[in-house]
């Protein structure tokens, strides 16, 4: 039986080192693309999401399981990106505010895994490929906590609780949070959200 | 249920994480309101347009990066862990602390020697002071310093002479 993130942490605690490389396999690819969500740049969202484990394995002798270890982690990420995208957004405004911001999606950074080699036609791959960027611009233009809190619920799964914990703040909160955040897609995201009940319907 | 209460609860409804009378009470409401019913399957439609961003995988040398900022980390030893690390030296610190400890103990009652009470050092004292006159008279008699050295007897001399 596979052992709980709580008994693999303890493990790291007493010394074992086998164990933390346990929990960076398990975590890396959703604090990634958690962190990439957040911050829009690949190398950048890697480098946060490797600060994450040094985190994590600087604090394993002071480690006490008094909340789950996912709550924890997705903390510390969170709190790394919610000042990574201030200080990035500080640095543009500081070179220019007129220059036209490019993102890493646009540059097309983004190497999908789910993506067939063989597509049926080119008209079909713009279409797919324009869906995606609509979407990514919209999760972009939420505010930071917005954006953090539909991640963490939409990709990572997360309760209500936990997701409050991480981003410090009530469960009621939390909901209206969601609740503004998904008023904000459905309105950006008019057309594809009107083609999709269409289709639903 | 008022259509600003279903705010709190239209994505728990859409998660399935609403308890069973929450549920209902959603349900009920949806029933008789067509633009919460709208809403809902938009919401819907949003959530199923966020599922179309694909799932990026971290670069080969994530792994490596990870391991070498953890072995950049400097070791945080304490006296416990050295200790645990060299078992012939907490051993040895083991025993040290043992002999200290029967030493202390036992050597204990050998320290209450009759010194240690002033009333009977001060007799002993006053007994032996005679032998320690002689001894200061002896040491300081003049005539006694002017005598030539002590003359070494004769096998000493022979065995100092070379062969």
């Known amino acids: 039986m596979a052992r709980t993130d709580v008994q693999l942490m303890l493990d790291v605690k007493a010394g074992d080192e086998a164990s933390f490389e346990l929990l960076l396999h398990r975590y890396r690819t959703p604090l990634v693309n958690f962190l990439y969500r957040m911050v829009r740049n690949r190398e950048q969202a890697e480098d946060l999401a490797q600060e994450v484990f040094l985190r994590v394995y600087r604090a394993r002798e002071d480690y006490v399981p008094s909340a789950k270890f996912t709550t924890w982690l997705f903390r510390i990420a969170t709190n790394l990106a919610l000042n990574s995208v201030r200080d990035t957004r500080y640095r543009k405004l500081e070179i220019s505010i007129d220059a036209p911001i490019t993102t890493d999606a646009e540059d097309g950074d983004e190497r999908p895994l789910d993506v067939p080699e063989k597509r049926p036609n080119i008209e079909q791959h713009l279409v797919e490929d324009a869906r995606r960027k609509m979407i990514r611009h919209a999760i972009d233009k939420l505010p930071e906590k917005q954006r953090a809190a539909v991640l963490l619920h939409k990709y990572q799964e997360l309760d209500y609780a936990e997701i409050a914990k991480i981003l410090a703040c009530s469960e009621s909160a939390l909901k209206s949070l969601l609740f503004r955040a998904y008023e904000a897609l459905r309105v950006e995201l008019a057309p594809l959200v009107a083609q999709q009940v269409r289709n639903q319907g | ?163």
């Not at chain 2, 645990?84 to 029967?102: E, K, N, T």
């Not at chain 2, 050597?107 to 020697?113: D, V």
């Not at chain 2, 006053?126 to 003049?142: A, G, I, T």
Request: with cysteine; charged share 25%; net charge negative.
């Open chain 2, 1 to 163: 249920m008022s259509c600003e209460r279903m705010e709190s609860r239209i994505l728990g409804y859409l998660d399935g994480r609403l308890k069973e009378s929450e549920k209902l009470e959603v349900e009920k409401h949806l029933a008789k309101c067509a633009p919460c019913r709208l809403r809902v399957e938009e919401f819907r439609a949003v959530s199923g347009l966020l599922e179309e961003l694909p799932v990026i995988e971290p670069s080969p040398e994530f792994d490596m990066r990870v391991h070498a900022l953890v072995a950049a980390e400097p070791v945080k030893q304490s006296w416990w862990v050295w200790l645990h690390v060299q078992p012939r030296v907490a051993f040895a610190a083991s025993m040290l602390l043992l002999a200290a400890i029967w030493l202390g103990h036992y050597r204990q009652p050998q320290t209450q020697s009759p010194w240690n009470d002033p009333v009977v050092a001060d007799e002993q004292m006053m007994q032996d002071l005679p032998v320690l006159e002689d001894h200061d008279v002896l040491s300081n008699f003049e005539p006694l310093k002017e005598l030539p050295p002590p003359v070494q007897n004769e096998e000493a001399q022979s065995q100092q002479q070379p062969m």
